[in-house]
């Protein structure tokens, strides 16, 4: 590990840090679909690869009862 020194110190005012931190939230969820998505269409292409599963089944594995 190496130690940083810190030389500066900024603020920021709360209202564009809670934006930031909405829009990498955001950006997370956009890269799930996208990684989702990819995987549901290689299931497509190639059946039996990938495994996908419906709600219920995700929902029995999490032990979720609805």
Not at 2 to 31: C, F, G, M, N, S
Request: charged fraction near 35%; hydrophobic fraction near 40%; proline fraction near 3%.
């Amino acid at each position: 590990m190496t130690a940083h020194q810190h030389d500066e110190v900024i603020t920021i005012p709360r209202d564009e840090y809670e934006a930031l931190k909405a829009e990498v939230r955001r950006l997370r969820r956009e890269i799930g679909r996208q990684q989702a998505m990819r995987a549901i269409m290689e299931n497509a292409a190639h059946p039996g690869a990938v495994r996908t599963f419906t709600r219920d089944e995700l929902a029995a594995e999490w032990g979720i009862k609805g």
